[in-house]
């Protein structure tokens, strides 16, 4: 039985509360955020407290909140020498305050609130400072999913700086098709056949291997008619910069 | 029955011959192309030719040629009068030569010789100087696929400009993504999950609502620090372009 207190109330809060309320090798013994909300409609009012000083013991304490928070929340938790791990994918293990013993449980997925999850299929990223806390950590994510991996601060760094191209640009292009589509009065759903195709051949086949276009062909006619048909100065400038891109990194093998 | 003649040996020629060739209400009569290959090892030799003047009789001759050789090829044909395609997304329709009748037959997806597509999920552009050539077009892009669209020559450009950010420039990020975890010995295999929501997101909800991340937070601190990890100024260009992007998109809302 691995006992657990989850700090914080926001999106991961919710959906790890879930989570963990479904494996009965994990108890929630408590919850703590500033406002004293309850994370689930079922939760008992006697388990949840806005008052720090009230929190109870446990194995592990799983602080989901921001970014910023985690340094100042840390530093102010009334115990010593108890497990302490964040869920964030860009913080170093090292900023939780070391009057208690750090580690990270980062489940690497972008959460909506009212979106349900599976977390089985959830890579989660943990470290630890101390061995016996690193299987203790382990243990808990691999009840959620068997994605888990031993990944350190700095390659954590490294995942969350790709995750941002993966995730956050990719979305921008998509937004991009999205807008030019709709400005000309065309359904965008005409796209989407592509758009999953491109992503799960990325999936398939390392995407170096998968990249085509005219850029890829040096079809400096069609780069040229493209960059006209764009009014938006933004679109020309990031279709430029990859056009570029995609040249310089594949044009040494033409 | 439609009576079809398919031009050219390509990808996009053997896809085509093998959906048409399903479909009872279709006639493949002949192939050419300039080698005189079959389209697939089925076929008959007596069907295939390379002499482009014994190209026989049909409803509607497809050129699945180059972008390039769509203009001189149908210069060459041997008849007048007829109903002649192309099957590029960039060509406009009257590059076709017009002593022959003019339309469109674009499926838009992306076709790798060696693997199956599934002709009932992919969108078909459909465009046609005459009325009744164009219905012609239309009942032979239903018998493969519901999602058959009527697309002028200037939306098919837009369209195909579209189709540039959606699936070349992501598919770089994606590369990009890749090449800094392989860089890093972090196994890309967990980004899958979250590449996959990002598209199936983008699908669900305009992408607009989903934008996401530092730049969309405005988190300057992480801004900085993922440039600093960047080592490759062509990375380090597109994270800026893209970053100013998101912002001066959505700035002015915050």
């Given at each position: 039985m691995i006992r657990v207190?989850?700090?914080?109330?926001?999106?991961?809060?919710?959906?790890?509360?879930?989570?963990?309320?479904?494996q009965p090798a994990i108890t929630i013994v408590q919850?703590?955020?500033?406002?004293?909300?309850?994370?689930?409609?079922?939760?008992?009012?006697?388990?949840?407290?806005k008052n720090i000083a009230s929190i109870k013991e446990a194995d592990i304490y799983i602080m989901a909140v921001s970014d910023d928070a985690i340094k100042?929340?840390?530093?102010q938790?009334?115990?010593?020498?108890?497990?302490?791990?964040?869920?964030?994918g860009s913080v170093p293990m090292i900023a939780i305050n070391n009057s208690n013993r750090q580690?990270?449980?980062?489940?690497?997925?972008t959460f909506t609130s009212d979106k349900a999850v599976d977390f089985a299929k959830i890579p989660i990223c943990i470290e630890g400072d101390q061995e016996k806390d690193l299987f203790l950590i382990e243990r808990l994510a691999l009840l959620l999913s068997k994605k888990t991996y031993q990944i350190s601060s700095a390659q954590r760094n490294i995942l969350h700086v790709s995750a941002v191209f993966v995730n956050n640009f990719t979305n921008h292009l998509f937004s991009i098709g999205n807008?030019?589509?709709k400005e000309n009065n065309i359904p965008f759903e005409i796209l989407h056949p592509l758009l999953q195709e491109t992503a799960k051949k990325a999936l398939e086949i390392n995407p170096n291997k998968a990249q085509t276009g005219p850029a890829m062909r040096n079809d400096t006619k069609?780069?040229?008619?493209?960059?006209?048909?764009?009014?938006?100065?933004?679109?020309?400038?990031?279709?430029q910069t990859l056009t570029?891109?995609?040249?310089?990194?594949y044009g040494k093998k033409l």
């Open positions: 207190i989850l700090l914080g109330a926001g999106n991961v809060a919710q959906h790890l509360y879930k989570a963990f309320y479904k919850c703590y955020n500033r406002k004293g909300v309850r994370l689930h409609p079922d939760q008992n009012e006697n388990n949840v407290t100042t929340l840390s530093s938790l009334p115990f010593t020498n108890r497990l302490v791990v964040h869920t964030s580690g990270v449980f980062y489940p690497l997925q807008d030019i589509c069609t780069i040229a008619r493209h960059l006209k048909l764009l009014s938006d100065p933004s679109q020309q400038e990031i279709y570029k891109a995609i040249q310089s990194k």
